[in-house]
């Protein structure tokens, strides 16, 4: 579609797509649902996953009834729709992917894949699906996009992709894929989006220069350290326009700067505000690629964007910050998951997972009669409310209805589109459609909701907005150094540590309890107004069975390296602090890393004690490594300890330090 065609339909709300006989062309492998839903091809039925339940709901669109249930593998995520009706459902708990045949409501075939598989996405022609998981099965520092023929269901190539990929998009004219990678890029500057030529297999473009993009004018204000950078974390999706020429991919731009406020209860130091938008050290925002030809980002200068409506000037694309239209509604957006564009390329939807609620803004502009960007510096035209544990949209073919799944609540929200031009507006109808039930204990349940809640204001302050996910990616971290007032601080994993073994908390160590550390967390940083009994252990037993993410390397039958690569930790004096089932000794540690002298130098505790030992469970997926980030890679650390400082790695030859390596990587 041109951009003569797009300024006619300016006027139009998003999903009103009938106000206009223009529908853009499209390349075929656009899928008019994200995440956890999809539609049959004539919108007679949806297609729900529910991950607790294991199952595939199926829907009668027209009745609202539940038709089927089909159960598929092991933590179920996505599904996607072919253009004959092949259903393809990703499981994440056990390397598969479910293939199902429309009316048959049973698994045809299982499809072998990577670790954690994700994202999902089919060719234009229909003939090739690409599946891409977070790690490969023999190498946990690099994921995968995996190619299958339709026809035949057989792998047609394998190919490694970059660290922890999330989302995939087929673009241009059907010949290229994208890939999101959730937390890390090159250099280490976050999130990022990598290039596939799907004709020859092979890695295109690695590094698109978003960061630098997003921080242009980092050096202009001869401010050093001192001034905020932002660095794009959590990128889960990739939303394709129908004519494939333009993907979004959701993030959460993170704060580099320091965090000079001190914790405190009046807002909590994550409120510290900040240009375009930026509400809070964690705020959620939108990355727009142009994939046309060479995938070119389209991001703001946050770093310059010191007024609203900054940046505004002559640029077609949203703004890279969402934010309501009004400061001081109550409204808020956090943890930006999935999304989709409507059928004609003009409106792009938004599924914030954190915030419970989905933002609708225009493809392709930042004026009109429906939005004032010069004034409220935000291209969001409307934000409509939907349950818990939102990951999964999925719109009609005429633009005039959506679906959102709720996996907390197991329930479909059904939105729908009316009035006409400015005056449209997008409406939940308030009769949510139930799918399943609660499998977990209720108060695992219940303390899953407190995690993923950035609304709760027992958990964060309305100046705030952050969720304890918002920072710790899935249950687990997101590779991202922040800068507190008591020194740079990365983000610990949670995931499988048995948090309620391993007293006390904090990189310092100073908190005796878990509840200590959530009272801090939550009330100081968070500026929550604190939980009571109840909600407090709801909140510790949710942390404290989160699973692991699968380790390929993880077996009951080591490798002879991996057997040799013990013995080296065990020679090397590694297990006097990491020691017993779960690798730590739960005691403080100075292993040379103790920073004195910059501009945001390490305080408190550790300046006498050292850093808090950590668990190595799972280490292997959890890079960058110390408590600064400084060490990208375990082979880093291993191979530069200065004075032995971490360990007696001086005494190990290369050999046994590439073992020692390896078996960490297995744990």
Not at 154 to 182: H, I, M, T
Request: charged share 20%; with cysteine.
């Amino acid at each position: 579609m041109n951009q003569l065609k797009r300024t006619m339909l300016v006027g139009a709300l998003a999903g009103a797509a009938v106000l206009s006989a223009c529908t853009p062309a499209a390349n075929g492998s656009a899928n008019r649902g994200s995440g956890s839903l999809a539609l049959s091809t004539d919108d007679a039925l949806l297609y729900a996953v529910d991950t607790d339940n294991q199952i595939l709901a199926v829907v009668d669109t027209s009745t609202h009834q539940k038709l089927a249930e089909v159960k598929v593998g092991k933590g179920p995520t996505r599904v996607l729709v072919g253009a004959d009706d092949t259903i393809y459902v990703t499981n994440r708990g056990e390397r598969t992917v479910s293939v199902i045949t429309r009316g048959d409501w049973a698994v045809a075939k299982t499809l072998d894949v990577g670790i954690e598989p994700n994202g999902l996405a089919l060719t234009p022609d229909g003939k090739t699906l690409l599946v891409v998981s977070a790690t490969s099965r023999t190498q946990v520092e690099t994921g995968t996009l995996t190619a299958f023929d339709t026809a035949t269901l057989a792998p047609k190539w394998e190919l490694n992709v970059g660290n922890e990929p999330r989302g995939v998009a087929v673009v241009g004219k059907g010949d290229r894929a994208v890939v999101s990678l959730l937390k890390t890029g090159a250099g280490g500057q976050g999130s990022q989006v990598v290039e596939v030529e799907l004709g020859n297999a092979r890695l295109g473009q690695t590094d698109l220069g978003l960061y630098n993009q997003a921080n242009a004018s980092r050096d202009s204000a001869g401010l050093g350290a001192a001034f905020s950078t932002f660095r794009p974390r959590a990128m889960n999706d990739l939303i394709v326009t129908p004519d494939g020429s333009r993907v979004f991919a959701p993030v959460v731009w993170a704060r580099e700067d320091a965090i000079g406020r001190a914790p405190s209860s009046a807002g909590g130091y994550y409120s510290a505000g900040g240009p375009c938008n930026i509400g809070s050290v964690a705020t959620a925002g939108i990355v727009t690629v142009e994939t046309a030809s060479t995938p070119t980002p389209q991001v703001d200068d946050l770093t310059s964007c010191f007024t609203v409506g900054t940046n505004s000037e002559n640029k077609d694309y949203p703004a890279s910050t969402l934010a309501p239209r009004a400061a001081g509604s109550g409204e808020a957006i956090q943890g930006p998951t999935v999304g989709v564009v409507d059928p004609t390329g003009t409106w792009l939807f938004v599924v914030n997972r954190e915030s419970q609620n989905v933002a609708i803004m225009p493809t392709w502009r930042r004026t009109g009669g429906d939005l004032d960007f010069n004034r409220t510096g935000t291209s969001v035209r409307a934000l409509v409310h939907v349950g818990a544990g939102a990951d999964g949209i999925a719109l009609t073919r005429d633009g005039t209805r959506a679906f959102v799944y709720s996996q907390f609540d197991h329930q479909i929200d059904v939105l729908v589109a009316k009035g006409r031009g400015d005056s449209a507006e997008v409406v939940n109808l308030g009769t949510p459609i139930k799918v399943a039930q609660d499998t977990l204990p209720a108060d695992l349940a219940a303390g899953r909701r407190l995690f993923f809640d950035a609304m709760d204001t027992r958990m964060s302050s309305a100046l705030t907005n952050v969720a304890c996910s918002t920072c710790h990616l899935e249950g687990r971290e997101d590779g991202h150094v922040w800068q507190f007032p008591d020194g740079p601080r990365q983000t610990p994993a949670l995931a499988g540590r048995h948090l309620l073994k391993t007293a006390p908390y904090h990189w310092s160590g100073e908190f005796t309890t878990l509840e200590a550390f959530n009272v801090h967390t939550i009330t100081e940083r968070m500026g929550g107004s604190g939980l009571d009994a109840t909600a407090a252990g709801n909140l510790d037993a949710f942390l404290d069975q989160l699973p692991f993410g699968e380790n390929p390397l993880k077996t009951a039958m080591p490798t002879e390296a991996v057997a040799r690569g013990r013995a080296a930790f065990e020679r090397a004096g590694c297990a006097g602090c990491h020691t017993g089932e779960l690798f730590t000794n739960n005691l403080n540690a100075d292993v040379g890393t103790l920073n004195r002298v910059s501009s945001n130098a390490d305080n408190g505790p550790v300046m006498t004690r050292g850093f808090n030992v950590p668990s190595l469970l799972g280490v292997g997926r959890t890079a960058p490594y110390l408590h600064d980030g400084s060490q990208g890679t375990l082979e880093d650390r291993i191979f530069n300890n200065p004075s032995d400082r971490h360990g007696l790695t001086s005494a190990l030859s290369d050999q046994e330090k590439s073992d020692l390596v390896l078996f960490l990587k297995s744990l």
